[in-house]
């Protein structure tokens, strides 16, 4: 009799792996929900700057001064060439800006005069009034603080303020 004997098959799965490349060589690339917007950076270059000293002139006589007596004196400097503009007022902010030499002395208490002759302008600027000179632009001016029209100063103590700036149009 013919025996068979049963063949048993064992079964090896080898699973190898799988390698996906993506290519993808027909798409375009993109930037999407794109918004603008732009600013204004102001490069300027510093302007001029100026100083000044005033020098009251030492031991006035009180009483009635002699019109056109000096008072005091100023010199101003200036980095560059600019147009100055200057005030004198009181302690209540009321100008009390005179007249330039050689024009009719007015009725205000003090003149401004320049050893280089210069005329200038009233001007109201921000609510204050200026003068402003007219003539070249200058880095250096000296001046004189005159009393006109036979002032008479009782105060021991007269304070003159004075405002020097640069005109700018």
């Known amino acids: 009799m013919l025996k068979v004997s049963k063949v048993s ?17 027909g798409a375009v690339p993109s930037i999407q929900n794109v918004i603008s917007d732009s600013v204004d ?17 030492p031991d006035l006589q009180a009483g009635s001064l002699p019109a056109t ?3 005091a004196k100023a010199n101003v400097t200036a980095t560059a060439p600019v147009t100055f503009a200057f ?20 009725a205000k208490p003090l003149r401004f005069t320049t050893s280089n002759f210069y005329d200038f302008d ?3 600027i921000d609510g204050k009034q200026w003068g402003i000179l007219q003539g070249p632009a200058t880095d250096s001016l000296g001046f004189d603080i005159i009393s006109l029209n036979n002032q008479t100063a009782s105060a021991a103590t007269y304070t003159i303020p004075v405002d020097m700036g640069i005109f700018v149009q």
């Open 9 to 25: 098959s064992i079964c090896f799965l080898f699973s190898l792996p799988f390698f996906s490349f993506y290519a993808n060589a």
């Open 41 to 57: 950076v102001n490069f300027t270059s510093p302007g001029p700057t100026i100083s000044m000293t005033l020098t009251a002139l």
């Open 69 to 71: 007596t000096v008072v």
């Open 87 to 106: 005030r004198f007022h009181n302690a209540v902010d009321d100008p009390i800006i005179g007249d330039v030499k050689g024009s009719t002395p007015s």
């Open 122 to 124: 009233k001007r109201l």
